[in-house]
């Protein structure tokens, strides 16, 4: 278990640029999920996917952002046109597939977002 | 619409002192409750989960509480230690299309040696 591990761990960029996030879930978790947190606020939920699959979006998402999961193996987060609110920590997390959510959350440490 | 409270203010102790931090939440009926630790520039580590069904369950130094009445779990960390300062989160399963996890604000703990 290597854990889930986010690059790059800080990204500073100029307004109206793209970004590109990358998340590698643990091996065998079949479900990643993106969160987004604020300095001191908690974790709020972005997108899911099962596999390759994703199956939801947060409504706060706006079509800036987008999530893919090819192969159901990594997952790569892009933001387009950078928005000074679009700074903050992104965060994933993955989980083994269980018939229930009765298993925790394994986080990554983020990709810290800052916009200039 | 959905709503989880936590200590919003920094809860300061004294080492070896019980700790206590709520988390309450508004229309849900969730069916697991789980809780947190979260360190400075560092994702969130899970802790424990406790089931609706659970009233209680205790992992070492830790006990969670999980009362769906009063729509609240209380985390207690026992003879507490400078290494337990962090943020606390709680996090509750939702259903809204699929099945996720939504967290709260988290309760910022430091113990004071």
């Known amino acids: 278990d290597t854990g889930v591990s986010q690059n790059p761990r800080h990204k500073i960029t100029k307004r109206g640029q793209n970004v590109t996030f990358r998340c590698d879930p643990i091996?065998?978790?079949?479900?990643l999920y993106w969160y987004r947190q604020t300095l001191g606020q908690g974790p709020e939920f972005l997108t899911y996917?099962?596999?390759?699959?994703?199956?939801?979006k947060s409504r706060l998402l706006s079509d800036r952002f987008s999530a893919e999961r090819p192969k159901g193996s990594f997952s790569t987060l892009e933001i387009q046109r950078t928005e000074q609110g679009d700074s903050a920590m992104y965060l994933c997390?993955?989980?083994?597939?269980?018939?229930?959510?009765?298993?925790?959350?394994?986080f990554g440490n983020g990709t810290r977002l800052t916009v200039t | 619409s959905q709503k989880i409270e936590q200590n919003s203010e920094a809860l300061n102790i004294q080492e070896g002192k019980t700790a206590t931090l709520t988390c309450n939440y508004t229309n849900y009926s969730p069916a697991y409750l789980q809780w947190y630790r979260q360190d400075p520039g560092r994702g969130p580590v899970f802790l424990l989960l406790?089931?609706?069904?659970?009233k209680e369950k205790r992992k070492e130094r830790l006990k969670v509480t999980f009362d769906t009445t009063l729509k609240q779990s209380l985390f207690h960390i026992t003879a507490s230690q400078p290494a337990d300062s962090a943020t606390y989160l709680c996090?509750?399963?939702?259903?809204?299309?699929?099945?996720?996890?939504?967290f709260g604000t988290g309760t910022r703990l430091k113990v004071l040696a």
């Open positions: 996917f099962q596999n390759e699959a994703q199956l939801e």
């Open positions: 091996s065998e978790h079949n479900r």
């Open positions: 406790i089931r609706e069904n659970e």
């Open positions: 997390a993955s989980s083994p597939p269980r018939p229930s959510l009765d298993s925790p959350l394994h």
């Open positions: 996090a509750l399963d939702i259903y809204s299309g699929t099945y996720k996890y939504i």
